[in-house]
């Protein structure tokens, strides 16, 4: 039966229907199958239920602060901090690309929006210092992952609320991945530079780096207020977000006036009409999701796969590998819907810590933003860039390894995503 339900998926995804049509009707299907008799309501509740959770209030509010961001002055100010400070060393644009990317993903929280603010600023000037359209491209898809690993992440929202793991310490989890994420990009940068002879930039003097630091005051705003009001225990993320879509009303509006108020609204509907894709596919994953575990289908994978006894390594392995070829050809929350309920009996009977499996979920999603054939990331660029698909994903290698690296450094020594969490909340 589990088959079953899997080929509808796949013939319906073929078939071009959107995702929430292949969740909704594996799911009914199942439902049927397995529970004759059971009134269909039962199904149309845990579609509404899958939606109740007050966490989930957090999403279209960032949502809704990393478009009005993304429509502003936030990111070239961040971009021209970073340059005043690395601009002159070798491989300083590259590593400004990084950095600013971290920061930028620090703000709005969006791999796709940072593709867009930071990328559509420094491939220009990335290709006029001498670097390959592939190298620049391939690092801005890629240091654009980071939105996904350093708070607000929307991924560690949906992951929070579908495992009951604690989102306040996914997020502050996040941190350390995300720069040794930064520290590799960066050293690899430097060493394509040297073996590239790319020309460094001027210094700046500190009265220049001073007045870009001045400028960026309040766009690093954001990063203090999410990471630094939930780690001090003053909000929950949820109030995180809320402050977060003030603050960004506030900074672009009225003291950038890059914003009018009058097209908050514009900003609002299409916030509105992302928001509303992304609840459908949570509701559609809810009741999915009961279906199976209601069925036992997870113990039923899990026991005809061998992993029944499987260790918290064998189980961390098989994780990243099914997160990592899921994410490649299906959408980041869907595949985390699908899956999470499937390994929760693996990771309880493992003994694994929930935040560390929630990192390297939200890791190999962010993977998947970049990987062919259908990262999203990688369609962002190809239209934003307007390049063909295969000079996009040219060059994506040598970073991708860089964040495989990263997921065998996290689980061999889990305590680079612990350290913070057990260090706020002991």
Known sequence: MTGLMLAVMILLLLAGFPMKMPLISAAVLGFIVYFPGMNMQILIQQMIGGVKPSALIAVPMFILAADIITRGHSANRLIDVVMSFMGHIKGGLAISVTSACALFGAVCGSTQATVVAIGGAMRPRMLKSGYTDSFAIGLIVNAADLAYLIPPSIGMIIYGVVSGTSISQLFIAGILPGLLIV?????????????????????????????????????????????????????????????????????????????????LMDIALSTGAITSVVFILIAAGAAFSWTLSFAQVPQQIIESLGLTDAGPLMTLLAINLAFFIGCMFVDSIVVIL??????????????????????????????????PPFGCNLFTAIAVFRRPFAEVVRGVPPFLFILLVVTGLLVIFPQIALFLPELAYR
């Open 183 to 263: 520290a590799l990009f960066s050293a690899y940068c430097m060493v394509y530079a040297h073996r590239h002879d790319i020309p460094v930039l001027p210094r700046e003097d500190w009265g220049q780096r001073v007045s870009a630091l001045r400028r960026a005051l309040w766009p690093m705003g954001f990063p203090a207020i999410i990471v630094g009001g939930i780690y001090g225990g003053i909000f929950s993320p949820t109030e995180a977000a809320a402050i977060c879509v003030l603050y960004a009303v506030v900074l672009e509006a009225l003291i950038f006036r890059s914003v009018r108020l009058r097209d």
């Open 338 to 371: 699908i899956l999470v309920p499937i390994f929760t009996p693996m990771i309880k009977a493992s003994g694994l810590d929930p935040v560390l499996v929630g990192v390297l979920i939200t890791l190999q999603v962010a993977i998947g933003a970049a990987t």
